[in-house]
């Protein structure tokens, strides 16, 4: 395989399966993996949204922590100034506790925002800062010559994590255990 890609293999079950896919890299840190702190990559997509859901539902689940993560883009130009990056920084922040607060009531959650220019990165590096043993990311499926990718943060998160990479590729995929959690409650 492809330096920096994650294998035939896992990118077909990315693009084909409507169920979140779960990837574990050989070069998993600790293999006794319980949960306990969970990061997800928020871009207030609706990918990202479905991932937040769902790791929301997690937490619940495992009475886990959630980290959720904004990458704030940062444009490479010199007039941006550091009381544009601060004023950013703040309306993203805004905007994460609104996206989150919904979908992570009732559980320990954070929010992180980080200015940067490769988001696969900046994930990266939350999650050892967090000590994540979960990531959780929406995937940004695209279409070319007929067939869907996956997006490249997932690629290179799932590639490099040195943690389980759960990966939300269709927002479908949270309906059936909606319908599940709906028949437990009755």
């Not at 993996?33 to 929301?56: N, P, T």
């Not at 937490?59 to 959630?66: E, W």
């Not at 992570?104 to 959650?109: S, Y």
Request: charge should be positive; aromatic fraction near 10%; proline fraction near 6%.
């Amino acid at each position: 395989r492809m330096v920096g890609q994650i294998g035939s293999t896992a990118e077909g079950v990315i693009r084909r399966e409507k169920c979140p896919v779960m990837i574990v890299n050989p070069h998993l840190i600790d293999p006794d993996v319980r949960f306990q702190r969970i990061l997800v990559g928020i871009d207030f997509s609706e990918a990202c949204e479905c991932a937040l859901c769902f790791a929301g539902r997690l937490a619940k689940c495992y009475g886990a922590k959630v980290f959720a993560f904004h990458m704030l883009p940062i444009p490479p130009y010199p007039k941006y100034t550091r009381r544009d990056y601060e004023a950013d920084r703040s309306r993203a922040r805004e905007r994460l506790m609104y996206f989150c607060r919904e979908y992570l009531e009732g559980t320990d959650w954070t929010g992180h925002i980080r200015g940067g220019a490769q988001p696969h990165r900046a994930l990266l590096d939350r999650a050892a800062k967090a000590r994540a043993d979960l990531i959780v990311l929406g995937s940004h499926t695209r279409r070319s010559q007929g067939k869907w990718y996956p997006g490249s943060a997932v690629e290179r998160v799932s590639y490099r994590a040195n943690c389980p990479v759960i990966v939300i590729n269709d927002p479908e995929a949270l309906q059936p255990w909606e319908d599940m959690q709906a028949s437990l409650n009755k």
